[in-house]
């Protein structure tokens, strides 16, 4: 089992992700921000690039997957640009999160 952090604002949205990872068997932590967030024993990050600057969750020593809206495209440029290791759509960290945090963790 690994530990995962979770970093969003929307309750809907962080419940899920929450939910999802723990029927998937991780261990999650859900906080606002990475500010708020302890890093010790943490696996990898899951963090919605409107709450967290992509720049910040890089270099950590952490994987980090991290989501946008697909409409904004200037996120994900930024997030690819800084080295995150996983930008996707939020739709399809949805669908996929388990699979998606596996393939981090591998």
């Known amino acids: 089992m690994a530990r995962v952090l979770s970093i969003s604002t929307d309750l809907m949205l962080g419940s899920r992700v929450d939910a999802t990872l723990r029927a998937a068997g991780q ?4 906080k606002g ?9 943490i696996d990898a990050i899951v963090a919605d690039l409107d709450v967290e600057n ?4 890089v ?3 952490v994987p980090v997957l991290g989501y946008y ?8 440029k930024v997030a ?5 290791d996983k930008v996707v759509p939020r739709s399809r960290m949805a669908r996929e999160l388990p699979d998606l945090v596996a393939s981090l963790l591998a």
């Open 80 to 84: 690819d640009a800084a080295g995150v």
């Open 33 to 41: 921000s990475l500010e708020e967030a302890p890093l010790d024993g």
């Open 54 to 57: 992509p720049e910040a969750l």
């Open 59 to 61: 270099g950590l020593g």
């Open 69 to 76: 809206s697909h409409v904004d495209v200037d996120t994900k």
């Open 27 to 30: 261990e999650v932590v859900t």
